[in-house]
């Protein structure tokens, strides 16, 4: 599977931004998708997760009820909507593919698949 994220982009804080990811493969809807953030000098964190027909989703409490995701298996997409945007959410942000349950996926360890990263930059 190759994930190529997009959609990144500068924003005031309180704004919003929607980012896709668009996976290659047929295998697309097997896998667990998760989004992933690095800032400048820190680890990569973990922030959204969805099980492989969207049922069901997992977030980091840093972003519940600001950000959701979904996906679009049809055309092999997985989405971050964020809104509210904050200074601190500004980072490289990351799609994922993984398997595993999901209430394990917050862990890097569970991807075997990443794509190249966007970047998102919240100004105050």
């Known amino acids: 599977v190759q994930l190529q994220a997009s959609g990144g982009g500068l924003v005031q804080a309180g704004g919003f931004l929607r980012l896709s990811c668009a996976a290659s493969?047929?295998?697309?809807?097997?896998?667990?998708m998760g989004w992933f953030r690095q800032a400048t000098g820190k680890d990569r964190e973990f922030v959204a997760a969805?099980?492989?027909?969207?049922?069901?989703?997992y977030y980091a409490d840093s972003v519940k009820g600001r950000f959701t995701i979904s996906r679009d298996n049809a055309k092999n997409t997985v989405y971050l909507q964020t809104s509210n945007l904050k200074p601190e959410d500004t980072a490289v942000y990351y799609c994922?593919?993984?398997?595993?349950?999901?209430?394990?996926?917050?862990?890097?360890?569970?991807?075997?698949?990443w794509g190249q990263g966007t970047q998102v930059t919240v100004s105050s």
């Open positions: 969805i099980t492989w027909n969207g049922g069901s989703t």
């Open positions: 994922a593919a993984g398997q595993g349950p999901l209430y394990s996926m917050y862990l890097d360890k569970r991807y075997n698949y």
């Open positions: 493969g047929r295998t697309f809807s097997s896998y667990v």
